[in-house]
Structure formats: structure tokens, C-alpha cells
């Protein structure tokens, strides 16, 4: 261990994960008075009434208010939060649902292989790049579905403006195993050896760069295997070399918690949170969860999205639900989820900055010709010109 001239730290081994130390942190109780929002604690876990969000959120001061307290609870508290009815209208989640089956069966005919990060490959049904295949197949059902204001509201909290949403569906079927216990990307997807060149600060640095959440597709008793978490575990600084340590493992699988959904709940959690997807015991629940992996406009996604296809597949709907009255918020919570709002990075020679420090990004163009009625053709040309704008 090198510590530097403050007396941190500068590099971490396996030699830091101390479980006494991990104990002291995952043992602590969380206290409702730090979420006076929320509606109880639950095993170590706030639980929130989205509506009641709703409410609070009204004015800019009362949604920097909440939004202060769900950043609290991801960072300096348990990690984790759920968001009870984060998706009100059970047809906005049904109508995902049937378009996430039809990927599925497609995907199946196809005879394509589709693994998983930390199960048996096989186990589950996973549709990755979700978010691209149902905008450009079922954008009125895109549309509707990330015009959801929680999901903008606890990514703008964690991540800033400009961030991208990917969405990943696993379906863990009867008698489908549980996941090994892990932390998530970016860190989390590295090797051990690999993850330990990287410098302490970056250990710090890769939880804020993400968000990882869960929207239930279907009611998730216990008995489902809705996923298992131990509340307090991303406060852990070397918790990326500690998760597949034997004793870390053991006392995962000893103190987690598992907490049953709704139909139309979300959880999202901070992705330095040891986590597992658990063991589907059920006779007959196919356990369908969209997995959002939202990341800050200063990262790299998981995933690589086509959103100039998303784009254009998504502006016929834009047009026609603006001509049905639909806010601004509306269109541009969708226009957030569908298109790339960070202008970087960019051919500076070809796309110089505009008005500013930064040429317009994707989301701009889209936002302009929604505004201004643009034909499918004009924004078709504007997007291709702008992606030629971006390459060397």
C-alpha cells in the first residue's frame, strides 16, 4: 500500500479487504430520519411512494430536495432505494413486456446464444441491447414506457443532465439459479489483477459513473428470487477485490436481503453495492425485470446503441404525441432516453463549437426538429451529416 502525502491510500490489494472492517459498514442500521421522504425502512432499505415523489418534485426547489436525499442514499446511505409504482399504468408495462417476449422468442428461433455476466449462460432469458431493439420495432411502446419522470428524476439526481440509458431484460425462469454475488461495471467486469492497477481514486470514481436499476415486469414475491442486496457494501473502498473473496462470498450469502416487488416498482442502487439476482423457487413465475444501466455524459456505456436509428425510428412518435398535446417534459424525457446528449467527442476541424464551448449534440437536433416540425427526411440528413461531423 502506498499512501499518499494526505495519508490515503494509493493503490489497493486483496491484503485491504478486511472483513472486520466490511462488517462495520454493512452492520450499521439505516435510520428513517435520514429519508424523512420515504415511507418505512425495510430491511436496511428506504421505500418510496412515487407519487409521493411526484408531489414533492413539483417545484425546483422541492425536486432538488428529493433529489439531495435519493443521492444521500445511494452514496453515504444504504446504497439502494425502491420506488414503489414508479410505473403506475400497468398497460405502459405490459405492452414492454409483450415487446420484451416477442425479442425473446425471436432471439430463440434464431438459435442465438445469449450469456450472462455472472450466471450459468442458458439459465435465464437475456435480451441485451434492449433499449435499441424496441425503439426502432415498437417505438409508440418505447415512447410511453421511457416517458417515465422516475427514472429522469433519480438519474438526473446521480448522474447530471445528458445521460444514457441502456436496458438489458432477464428473465429468470423456474428453478433458475441464482447469480454469483458481484459488483457491477465498470470495475466490477474487470479481473481481479486488472482491476488493482487502477488507483484507489478510480475505485472511487466508477460508482458515479453509473446507475444501475430494475424495473418489475411482474409481481416478485420472495419465492421468485427478486434480487438479493447487502445494504451499506458500496461504502467498501476496495470492495472491487473483496467480492470474490471466499469469505465475502459467505458472508454475503449469510446478511443479505432479498425485498418482493410490484408490478411497475423499480429499484435503483448504486453499482458498488454487492448484489446478486436470486434463485427463482416458484412453480410458475417467469421473473421479468428490465435492467437499466444509465451512465454519466463523462463515461463509457456497456453497451453500444445505434441512436441515430433509435432517433429517427422515435420522431414520427414525437411529432404525432406533440400533436396530441403531450408536454415538453414528455418529449424530452423521451428524447433523453433515445438519443446522445453529449456533443463529445467530436472532429473540432469539421464540428466546431456553436453558441459556446460545444457544438449541438444528438438530443439538441432532435429537441430543434421537434420544435420545429421538421420532415422525417430533414432530420434523417441532419443526423447522418452530424455523425459524418464526428469522425476524423
Same mark, same amino acid.
Given at each position: 500500500?502506498?499512501?499518499?502525502?494526505?495519508?490515503?491510500?494509493?493503490?489497493?490489494? &486483496?491484503?485491504?479487504?478486511?472483513?472486520?472492517?466490511? #462488517?462495520?459498514?454493512?452492520? =450499521?442500521?439505516?435510520?428513517?430520519?435520514? !429519508?424523512?421522504?420515504?415511507?418505512?425502512?425495510?430491511? @436496511?432499505?428506504?421505500?418510496?411512494?412515487?407519487?409521493?415523489?411526484?408531489?414533492?418534485?413539483?417545484?425546483?426547489?422541492?425536486?432538488?430536495?428529493?433529489?439531495?436525499?435519493?443521492?444521500?442514499?445511494?452514496?453515504?446511505?444504504?446504497?439502494?432505494?425502491?420506488?414503489?409504482?414508479?410505473?403506475?399504468?400497468?398497460?405502459?408495462?405490459?405492452?414492454?413486456? /409483450?415487446?420484451?417476449? %416477442?425479442?425473446?422468442?425471436?432471439?430463440?428461433?434464431?438459435?442465438?446464444?445469449?450469456?450472462?455476466?455472472?450466471?450459468?449462460?442458458?439459465? @435465464?432469458?437475456?435480451?441485451?441491447?434492449?433499449?435499441? +431493439?424496441?425503439?426502432? #420495432?415498437?417505438? /409508440?411502446?418505447?415512447?410511453?414506457?421511457?416517458?417515465?419522470?422516475?427514472?429522469?428524476?433519480?438519474?438526473?439526481?446521480?448522474?447530471?443532465?445528458?445521460?444514457?440509458?441502456?436496458?438489458?431484460?432477464?428473465?429468470? @425462469?423456474?428453478?433458475?439459479?441464482? =447469480?454469483?454475488?458481484?459488483?457491477?461495471?465498470?470495475?466490477?467486469?474487470?479481473?481481479?489483477?486488472?482491476?488493482?492497477?487502477?488507483?484507489?481514486?478510480? !475505485?472511487?470514481?466508477?460508482?458515479?459513473?453509473?446507475?444501475?436499476?430494475?424495473?418489475? !415486469?411482474?409481481?416478485?414475491?420472495? &419465492?421468485?428470487?427478486?434480487?438479493?442486496?447487502?445494504?451499506?457494501?458500496? +461504502?467498501?473502498?476496495?470492495?472491487?477485490?473483496?467480492?470474490?473473496?471466499?469469505?465475502?462470498?459467505?458472508?454475503?450469502?449469510?446478511? !443479505?436481503?432479498?425485498?418482493?416487488?410490484? +408490478?411497475?416498482?423499480?429499484?435503483?442502487?448504486?453499482?458498488?453495492?454487492?448484489?446478486?439476482?436470486?434463485?427463482?423457487?416458484?412453480?410458475?413465475?417467469?421473473?421479468? %425485470?428490465?435492467?437499466?444501466?444509465?451512465?454519466?455524459?463523462?463515461?463509457?456505456?456497456?453497451e453500444s446503441v445505434d441512436r441515430e436509428a433509435m432517433a429517427n425510428a422515435l420522431f414520427p412518435v414525437l411529432l404525432s404525441r406533440k400533436a396530441?398535446?403531450?408536454?415538453?417534459?414528455?418529449?424530452?424525457?423521451?428524447? %433523453?432516453?433515445?438519443? /446522445?446528449?453529449?456533443?463529445?467527442?467530436?472532429?473540432?476541424?469539421?464540428?466546431?463549437?456553436?453558441?459556446?464551448?460545444?457544438?449541438?449534440?444528438? %438530443?439538441?437536433?432532435?429537441? =430543434?426538429?421537434?420544435?420545429?416540425?421538421?420532415?422525417? /427526411?430533414?432530420?434523417?440528413?441532419?443526423?447522418?451529416?452530424?455523425? +459524418?461531423?464526428?469522425?476524423?
Amino acid at each position: 500500500m502506498s499512501p499518499t502525502a494526505a495519508g490515503a491510500r494509493t493503490w489497493l490489494t &486483496e491484503a485491504d479487504c478486511d472483513l472486520d472492517v466490511f #462488517r462495520s459498514l454493512v452492520e =450499521q442500521r439505516t435510520d428513517p430520519a435520514d !429519508h424523512p421522504s420515504a415511507e418505512r425502512v425495510e430491511q @436496511n432499505v428506504p421505500l418510496y411512494e412515487s407519487d409521493r415523489l411526484r408531489s414533492l418534485a413539483i417545484s425546483p426547489e422541492g425536486r432538488r430536495s428529493v433529489q439531495d436525499e435519493l443521492v444521500r442514499a445511494l452514496s453515504d446511505g444504504p446504497g439502494i432505494v425502491v420506488l414503489k409504482g414508479a410505473f403506475p399504468d400497468a398497460a405502459v408495462v405490459d405492452a414492454a413486456s /409483450e415487446a420484451f417476449r %416477442a425479442l425473446i422468442e425471436e432471439e430463440r428461433a434464431s438459435g442465438t446464444a445469449r450469456g450472462d455476466h455472472f450466471a450459468k449462460p442458458g439459465a @435465464n432469458d437475456r435480451v441485451w441491447n434492449a433499449l435499441d +431493439k424496441v425503439a426502432v #420495432r415498437a417505438p /409508440e411502446v418505447f415512447a410511453d414506457y421511457y416517458a417515465n419522470d422516475i427514472i429522469e428524476l433519480i438519474s438526473e439526481a446521480w448522474l447530471g443532465p445528458a445521460y444514457q440509458v441502456t436496458s438489458q431484460v432477464n428473465v429468470v @425462469n423456474p428453478g433458475g439459479a441464482a =447469480q454469483n454475488v458481484h459488483r457491477d461495471y465498470h470495475l466490477g467486469f474487470l479481473s481481479q489483477e486488472r482491476a488493482a492497477t487502477y488507483p484507489a481514486h478510480v !475505485h472511487r470514481l466508477s460508482p458515479v459513473l453509473t446507475l444501475q436499476g430494475a424495473v418489475a !415486469h411482474c409481481d416478485m414475491p420472495v &419465492e421468485s428470487g427478486p434480487t438479493l442486496y447487502l445494504p451499506h457494501s458500496q +461504502k467498501f473502498e476496495p470492495g472491487y477485490l473483496a467480492w470474490r473473496l471466499p469469505r465475502f462470498v459467505e458472508y454475503f450469502d449469510a446478511h !443479505h436481503v432479498q425485498l418482493p416487488l410490484e +408490478k411497475g416498482d423499480a429499484v435503483f442502487f448504486n453499482p458498488a453495492l454487492f448484489h446478486a439476482a436470486g434463485h427463482n423457487r416458484s412453480a410458475g413465475i417467469r421473473r421479468m %425485470a428490465n435492467l437499466l444501466q444509465i451512465s454519466s455524459a463523462f463515461g463509457r456505456a456497456m453497451e453500444s446503441v445505434d441512436r441515430e436509428a433509435m432517433a429517427n425510428a422515435l420522431f414520427p412518435v414525437l411529432l404525432s404525441r406533440k400533436a396530441e398535446g403531450v408536454s415538453e417534459d414528455w418529449l424530452r424525457r423521451v428524447i %433523453a432516453a433515445t438519443a /446522445e446528449g453529449y456533443p463529445f467527442p467530436t472532429n473540432l476541424d469539421l464540428d466546431p463549437p456553436v453558441d459556446g464551448l460545444a457544438p449541438p449534440s444528438q %438530443a439538441d437536433t432532435v429537441l =430543434q426538429a421537434v420544435a420545429e416540425d421538421w420532415e422525417p /427526411e430533414r432530420l434523417r440528413q441532419a443526423l447522418q451529416a452530424a455523425a +459524418k461531423r464526428r469522425r476524423s
